[in-house]
Nanobody, 115 residues
């Protein structure tokens, strides 16, 4: 069974920074594609950033240049460094991992950016 636990969310002023962390456990392997998604109130969940088995990463246009995704496979961790935060970044952020074609989700962590 795969489990993901996010941490690092909180309240920050516009222009500030936060670092989200996600620890995976269970039947996961180094190289599983991982990603971050977010869901704002009243909106659908949207993809934010993804990272493959190596260091290749991709970002949604809305966060490109401000967010950085990284991973530490030795620790089964994936991170999302968020800078220059905007009020529109306010959402619940979810970590996800693709294991043999199936997506597993964490419980989410709230990020609130005040103006």
């Amino acid at each position: 069974q795969v489990q993901l636990v996010e941490s690092g969310g909180g309240l920050v002023q516009a222009g500030g920074s936060l670092r989200l962390s996600c620890e995976s456990s269970g039947n996961v392997f180094s190289g599983n594609a991982m990603g971050w998604y977010r869901q704002a109130p009243g909106k659908e969940r949207e993809w934010v950033a993804g990272i493959g088995g190596g260091i290749s990463s991709r970002y949604a246009d809305s966060v490109k240049g401000r967010f950085t995704i990284s991973r530490d496979d030795a620790k089964n961790m994936v991170y999302l460094q968020m800078t220059s935060l905007k009020p529109e970044d306010t959402a619940v952020y979810y970590c996800a991992i693709n294991v043999l074609g199936r997506l597993y989700w964490g419980q989410g962590t709230q990020v609130t950016v005040s103006s």
